[in-house]
């Protein structure tokens, strides 16, 4: 059975930083493109980045949030720096085969999220 479990959300003041973590039990992460996406209330759930051999970020994002990988750990982190009030939302981590996987259908498998509330 395969389970992603998000850890690291809470509270933060604007210009802060959080490091959200996703732990993988079930599959290996290393044989998987594991994307981040988060979820603001009454919005729909976008894409904040992803990892493969490289990694890649929304525009939204670009040049504050890292995504990074410890495959020893069967990990991958998102590193969030510059924190807007704006980031606030559920933020979710996800699995899939498809290498430049973006959009949500291109994910098999998630974590059930973890609130980031950024106060201004």
């Known amino acids: 059975q395969v389970q992603l479990v998000e850890s690291g959300g809470g509270l933060v003041q604007a210009g802060g930083s959080l490091r959200l973590s996703c732990a993988a039990s079930?599959?290996?992460?290393?044989?998987?493109?594991v994307g981040w996406f988060r979820q603001a209330p009454g919005k729909e759930r976008e894409f904040v980045g992803r990892?493969?051999?490289?990694?890649w970020y929304a525009d939204s994002v670009k040049g504050r949030f890292t995504i990074s990988r410890d495959n020893a750990k069967n990990t991958v982190y998102l590193q969030m720096n510059s924190l807007k009030p704006e980031d606030t939302a559920v933020y979710f981590c996800?699995?899939?085969?498809?290498?430049?996987?973006?959009?949500?259908?291109?994910?098999?498998?998630w974590g059930q999220g973890t609130q980031v509330t950024v106060s201004s």
């Open positions: 996800a699995a899939g085969r498809r290498t430049a996987a973006t959009v949500l259908r291109e994910y098999d498998y």
């Open positions: 079930g599959l290996t992460f290393g044989s998987y493109t």
């Open positions: 990892i493969t051999i490289s990694d």
